[in-house]
């Protein structure tokens, strides 16, 4: 530190200012602490400490992520699979029941059905499963169909109607029971 007898001649010399300012800057300098030499090659090192430290724990998150990501694709595609085996299923028993629907005429009763007048086997078929019936009728050609339809009763003629385009509509599921 100056001192006093010292600044004041300072005083003297300077002019008051000056020697304010001098003071000033003397009493800051003896305030601030040297700021120690930081070495650059030591701040790189520790920079790379940092990043080798996790380094191993972001690419842990990164692989827990990208499973998290693929085991939800995963149960994606599984609901997706289970989905079309169901509707798989819904068509096979929908083909199967169709075929044995068919299957049920073909037993001779057609060409029975075939040799009849229409109003005979309108009768006859009035007291027969409705199913049978259908299955019956859809063998026969479309005129003798027809004729035997039209002498039939009337409601029971309208549900072998439906059983009927039900069989041939490829959209038909177990869920609509034609009977």
């Known amino acids: 530190m100056i001192s006093i007898v010292s600044s ?10 000056t020697a304010a300012l001098l003071l000033s800057l003397g009493a800051a ?3 601030e602490a040297p700021k120690p030499v930081v070495d650059p090659a030591s701040s790189q090192d520790e920079i790379r400490q940092f990043c080798t430290n996790i380094a191993d724990p972001a690419r842990d998150q ?20 289970a989905t079309m085996d169901k509707r798989k299923a819904e068509y096979e028993d929908w083909l199967k029941r169709r075929d044995d629907f068919l299957k049920s005429a073909d037993l001779g009763l057609v060409d029975i059905y075939k040799n009849m007048k229409p109003d005979a086997a309108a009768a006859s078929l009035n007291d027969v499963r409705t199913t049978v019936a259908a299955a019956i009728i859809m063998k026969l050609s479309a005129r003798q ?21 039900s069989a041939s509509d490829p959209n038909t599921s177990k869920s609509k029971d034609p009977s």
């Open 145 to 165: 169909s027809s004729l035997i339809l039209a002498e039939m009763d009337a409601k029971k003629a309208a549900v072998i109607t439906n059983i009927i385009a």
């Open 29 to 31: 300098a003896a305030q």
């Open 62 to 81: 990164r692989y827990l992520l990208q499973k998290q990501e693929l085991e939800k694709l995963q149960s994606d595609v599984d609901q997706r699979i």
């Open 8 to 17: 004041r001649r300072m005083l003297t010399c300077l002019g008051l200012s």
